[in-house]
């Protein structure tokens, strides 16, 4: 069996790219300042990148699947230019009071597992980063380091870090990407 990958799963909305709501259009789609920079870093550092987020926009009639892929192509085309590949995205379309219950919605872990099994992933050795306790929570059930990014909604959530505490801290991205 071949060794086992360290990957950094990454939520997209207010960790790679700015926070808009319910991102419904390519053309919203702003880079965090340091994003695409960080993205470079964690590459060259040995790590998959994989984008796993919730878009319960669909579910709620808000935008596409097919819009949703137009905001991934764009994504994906803008991180070649500067030569980084994601090495994956998944996406969990399902909202709770929508479309029932489902297992890739975080804080379940369908998306992790998938990614676990597709790309044979040491979850141990592997960083959960999001802006959200919600990402926390996930990262922390699948076993996986986790880190909450001051950007998005960060800030926020940081003043309501109770029962579940991120592993790191940092500003954003970035500052994560550099000091790992």
Known sequence: MSEKKRAIFLDRDGVINKEVGYLSNPNNF????????????????????????????????????????????????????????????????????????????????????????????DLTNSYMVGDTLNDIQTGKAAICKTVLVLTGYGKEEQKNIGSIIPDMIFKNLKEFAINI
């Open 30 to 121: 702003k880079f965090i300042e340091g994003s695409i920079e960080a993205l470079n870093i964690l590459k060259q550092k040995g790590f998959l990148l994989i984008v796993i987020t919730n878009q319960a926009g669909i579910a709620r009639g808000f935008f596409t699947e097919e819009t949703l892929r137009a905001i991934h192509d764009k994504l994906i085309k803008r991180l070649k230019q500067d030569g980084i590949e994601l090495d994956d995205v998944y996406y969990c379309p399902h909202h709770p009071d929508f479309t029932g219950p489902c297992d890739c919605r975080k804080p379940n872990l369908g998306m992790i597992l998938k990614a676990e099994l597709k790309h044979n992933i």
